[in-house]
């Protein structure tokens, strides 16, 4: 195309000043204001002069975009107010999936958020006393009731069992346990490192210096604690003996790591955490455990064996545990300290907590989640009740969805499968589940996947042997029917 012809089509395009101030542009002016509505106009305009520059738009294809010109600000003006933040449908199977903002939180738990931010709380006000209170009572109290009475039932015990009560100690009573909140696991590792070892040595196993997500390594982490890192044993062994030596007048903290996200296989060896309990009690040390994910429940009543709970390590005698709120929690993002109520009082008092804690919203995501395990019900936490999803059950979900499927150009099947719970937690157990693996006649398996991903809401799925696996494990029985739906677009129906 000659370039007087381009010249002449650019005269042809209107001014973004004439674009915004145009009778057919008044009405969105009004609803949206001016400013978005120049961006939109100056982005459409910019994309009809690209394309007569590349030579894809003549005069016929110039006057029919100025024909619907105002349609086409309008719809990028959608776009751009679109939030870029939105739901999903997760079909992979994998339940606290990192990338899909792990744990899901519940409509009881979005309702105490909404009752609490959308007008002024209590959040540092005591309603007793009419005096400023503190933010950390509104979860504290909730983990009091949880972990105190598993610790009191353990203690309790030490006559029949006496070894038992070498673990537990005696003098923790119904006050002694704390819980403090910050905006995540490593934060909560940064600031019980600070509080307790800062210009110490801190013993830990070389076998459990992990990197978690996101490249954040754990001798990082102790750095910037200003805490010496002091590695015991090797990679694969370590024994209650190497912490033994290892302990000097520096020492000011005894450190296990939980391997929540690998596993070390094979001539492996160490200690017992009732050794190192033992260890810590003897030289006055405070032990520390970093368990990461931090279940509050049974993870043996879902068939995952292995993993600790918060509840066990305190059981043992763990002075502080460290854990995340939206991973096994089934909460909020957010890190967690429970343990020794004397190191907790430490760790409050220290300047950087205020810099690490965290905003209401969170405090209440956190109690409305909390609340369910003081009522022991954990199917009202979305992530556990997942995990707790009988095959059977996914088996019935996914036979409908099959059935649902007409379309003589998807082939589907249902087909045993497994999902897993993700999150860096338990990264060797599975749980059985029922997929349901679909195919469509003329597309690729990535372009069958693209168009679910393409979907609204965007459905996420895996590709697997040239076929599409959807795991409705982590699908919301509700939304069974959007996944039908796509597919059958998909297919053409």
Do not use: W
Not at 181 to 201: D, H, I, R
Not at 357 to 384: N, S, W
Request: charged share 25%.
């Amino acid at each position: 195309m000659p370039a007087e012809s381009k010249a002449e089509l650019y005269r042809k395009l209107p001014s973004v000043d004439e674009l915004t101030r145009g009778p057919g542009l008044a009405r969105l002016v009004a609803q949206e204001g001016q400013s978005t509505v120049t961006d939109a106009a100056r982005a459409v305009l910019a994309k009809l002069r690209s394309e007569i520059d590349a030579g894809r738009l003549g005069a016929e294809g110039v006057e029919l975009a100025l024909s619907d010109i105002d349609a086409a600000v309008e719809h990028e003006l959608r776009r751009a107010l679109q939030y870029s933040l939105r739901a999903v449908i997760n079909a992979t199977g994998v339940i606290l999936h990192t990338n899909l903002g792990r744990a899901p939180l519940s409509g009881a738990t979005l309702d105490h958020i909404r009752s609490t931010a959308l007008t002024y709380s209590n959040l540092e006000f005591d309603l007793a006393t009419g005096q400023r209170g503190k933010r950390d009572v509104h979860v504290d109290r909730l983990f009091r009731k949880l972990l105190e009475e598993e610790v009191r039932v353990a203690t309790g015990a030490s006559q029949a069992c006496p070894e038992r009560s070498l673990r537990v100690r005696a003098e923790r009573s119904s006050a002694a346990i704390s819980t403090i909140v910050v905006n995540n696991n490593a934060a909560a590792v940064l600031l019980a490192l600070n509080t307790l070892a800062e210009g110490g040595e801190v013993i830990v196993s070389r076998g459990e210096l992990v990197e978690i997500g996101g490249s954040f390594r754990i001798p990082d982490v102790m750095a910037k604690s200003n805490a010496v890192l002091r590695e015991v044993g090797t990679t694969n062994r370590t024994r209650i003996q190497d912490y033994e030596r290892a302990i000097t007048d520096k020492t000011r903290l005894l450190l296990r790591v939980h391997r929540s996200n690998f596993q070390i296989t094979g001539f492996t060896e160490q200690p017992e955490l009732s050794e190192l309990v033992r260890l810590a009690r003897d030289r006055k040390i405070p032990l520390m455990e970093d368990q990461g994910s931090g279940a509050l429940f049974d993870l043996r009543s879902i068939g995952v064996s292995g993993e600790p709970s918060v509840l066990d390590s305190l059981r043992e005698g763990v002075d502080i545990v460290t854990y995340s709120g939206d991973k096994l929690l089934g909460g909020p993002q957010a890190g967690l300290l429970s343990g020794r109520a004397d190191l907790i009082a430490r760790m409050r008092s220290n300047s950087v907590f205020r810099a690490l804690r965290v905003d209401k919203l969170t405090y209440a995501a956190l109690e409305a989640t909390l609340m369910a395990y003081v009522k022991g019900d954990h199917d009202a936490i979305p992530a556990v009740r997942m995990m707790r999803i009988s095959k059977d059950q996914i088996a019935e979900r996914a036979e409908s969805v099959a059935e649902a499927l007409k379309s003589p150009k998807l082939l589907v099947e249902p087909l045993d499968g497994e999902s897993v719970i993700g999150g860096g937690a338990a990264p060797s157990a599975v749980l059985p589940t029922r997929l349901v693996a679909v195919s469509c006649e003329g597309l690729s398996a990535d372009e069958v996947a693209a168009s679910l991903l393409a979907n609204d809401p965007p459905i996420i799925s895996r590709v697997e042997e040239g076929r599409v696996l959807l795991d409705l494990r982590t699908v919301f029985p509700e939304q069974d029917e959007t996944v039908v739906h796509a597919l059958n677009r998909v297919a053409g129906e």
